[in-house]
């Protein structure tokens, strides 16, 4: 199972970016796939998450900023950023887990997101 997270990078308060999740090796209909980041010195936090019929949920301090999103057919899941703030800085991973079960079985390698006041 691979989930390869892309898309980070530095980018000025206020801007934009998109982060991508290319999963392979699991069947993608069955999982539920989520965003998570970690800050520095900062404990991991769910971000969002959206299933299979595309209905999404988000961290509610992050609702209105970020937009989840998948792409069933390239086995894709998505993170639109907007606004971005100082404090969104992290590192973001996205993650698999199966419709069933409330733990995620399957983590990416995370990329860097870094904001600039």
């Known amino acids: 199972v691979q989930l390869q997270a892309s898309g980070g990078g530095l980018v000025q308060a206020g801007g934009s970016l998109r982060l991508s999740c290319a999963s392979s090796?699991?069947?993608?209909?069955?999982?539920?796939m989520g965003w998570f980041r970690q800050a520095p010195g900062k404990e991991r936090e769910f971000v969002a998450a959206?299933?299979?019929?595309?209905?999404?949920t988000y961290a509610a301090s992050l609702k209105g900023r970020f937009a989840v999103s998948r792409d069933n057919a390239k086995n894709a899941v998505y993170l639109q950023m907007n606004s971005l703030k100082f404090e969104d800085t992290a590192v973001y991973y996205c993650?698999?887990?199966?419709?069933?079960?409330?733990?995620?079985?399957?983590w990416g390698r995370g990329t860097q997101v870094t904001v600039s006041s």
């Open positions: 993650a698999a887990r199966l419709l069933t079960t409330s733990k995620y079985n399957f």
């Open positions: 090796g699991i069947t993608f209909s069955d999982y539920v």
């Open positions: 959206v299933g299979w019929s595309g209905s999404p």
